[in-house]
């Protein structure tokens, strides 16, 4: 079946550090998805790149859809980014598969 | 005003209870979704309507109910549940599907089945 698999499970930083948060998956995507999920339990939706570089603000992605990863860069981490990362991906008309995250612990 | 609201927050059931989670999307659009999210465990798709038609059942069990009157109204009824069902419950929104447009989530509803 189709494979996500998010790298590390789990990450812990002091305030300040970079990261990079890896998703691979198995097969060609033509939808790719990076997602929060606070503490409370909310995800936001912080890009859609099936291809190609995006920044917003601290954040940043690049996926290679060719290699079939994509990476997330938090740059100057806060205590407000701890959460947990997803990925999802769709694979040609199939519906979207979540990785299975990356928890994220930011250290005053 | 948020633009996937869910309610309740929160929900404590007995097992012979019947209840509704109610989602609510303000970002016109077509496509509406419910997401169950049990610990250690991916995200998994229970529902999708696109168009307030029902396009995928993700063989879910009988005892939970989808609901969508209208585009921008999406219900899960629920009856009969088991203690295994608890988990948070995830509203979701898009254009056109999922496959082509980002998917704008709820804040979700913590069920506790007891």
């Known amino acids: 079946g189709i494979q996500v698999e998010q790298s590390p499970p789990d990450l812990i930083l002091q305030e300040g550090a970079n990261s990079t948060l890896r998703c691979n998956f198995s097969?060609?995507?033509?939808?790719l998805q990076w997602f929060h999920q606070n503490p409370w339990g909310q995800l936001i939706n912080l890009f859609y790149?099936?291809?190609g570089t995006k920044q917003n603000g601290r954040l940043s992605a690049t996926t290679v859809a060719t290699e079939r990863y994509s990476l997330l860069y938090i740059s100057s981490s806060q205590t407000t980014d701890s959460g947990v990362y997803f990925c999802?991906?769709?694979?040609?008309?199939?519906?979207?598969?979540f990785g299975t995250g990356t928890r994220l612990t930011i250290i005053p | 005003e948020t633009g996937v609201t869910q309610t309740p927050r929160h929900l404590v059931m007995g097992m012979t209870n019947k209840k509704s989670l109610k989602c609510e999307q303000h970002?016109?659009?077509?496509?509406m979704y419910w997401y169950k999210q049990s610990a250690k465990k991916p995200l998994e798709l229970m529902f999708v309507?696109?168009?307030?038609?029902?396009?995928e059942n993700n063989s879910v069990p009988s005892r939970f109910s989808p609901e969508c009157p209208n585009s921008s109204h999406l219900f899960l009824h629920l009856h009969t549940l088991q203690p295994e069902d608890s988990a948070l419950y995830l509203c979701a929104s898009s254009q056109a599907g999922a496959r082509g447009s980002p998917l704008h989530f709820g804040n979700g509803t913590r069920l506790t089945v007891t």
């Open positions: 970002l016109g659009h077509n496509a």
């Open positions: 097969d060609s995507v033509n939808n």
């Open positions: 790149i099936p291809s």
């Open positions: 999802a991906v769709v694979f040609g008309n199939e519906k979207l598969t």
């Open positions: 309507y696109s168009l307030e038609e029902r396009v």
